[in-house]
């Protein structure tokens, strides 16, 4: 099994920053594509970062220039820099790896837990 553990999101005033942790472990495993989804109340889930095993990324729109991705393959760790920060911004982020199971020999698709980013004054 392979389990994501996000942290790092809180309250901030808008124009703000922060940034997120998420923690891959579990049995051996490839990482292919790590993604930061969001979703707002209300809302359906949006990516809002990806990035690939050679370091590839993409961002939508709504985040591009403001957001960065980028990931530690030796600590199994992906981040979200989040600047310039509004109250649109606000959500529960998840966590999202592709990849492939040496233990199971299967593709893998895992999800975290989720920490909620709230912009506000």
């Known amino acids: 099994q392979v389990q994501l553990v996000e942290s790092g999101g809180g309250l901030v005033q808008p124009g703000g920053s922060l940034r997120l942790s998420c923690a891959a472990s579990?049995?051996?495993?490839?990482?292919?594509?790590m993604n930061w989804y969001r979703q707002a109340p209300g809302k359906g889930r949006e990516l809002v970062a990806s990035?690939?095993?050679?370091?590839?990324?993409n961002y939508p729109d709504s985040v591009k220039g403001r957001f960065t991705i980028s990931r530690d393959n030796a600590k199994n760790m992906l981040y979200l820099q989040m600047n310039s920060l509004k109250s649109d911004d606000t959500a529960v982020y998840y966590c999202?790896?592709?990849?492939?199971?040496?233990?199971?020999?299967?593709?893998?698709?895992?999800w975290g837990q989720g920490t909620l980013v709230t912009v506000s004054s």
């Open positions: 999202y790896l592709k990849g492939y199971s040496y233990s199971f020999l299967r593709n893998l698709e895992v």
């Open positions: 579990g049995s051996p495993f490839r990482i292919n594509v």
């Open positions: 990035i690939t095993e050679g370091g590839s990324t």
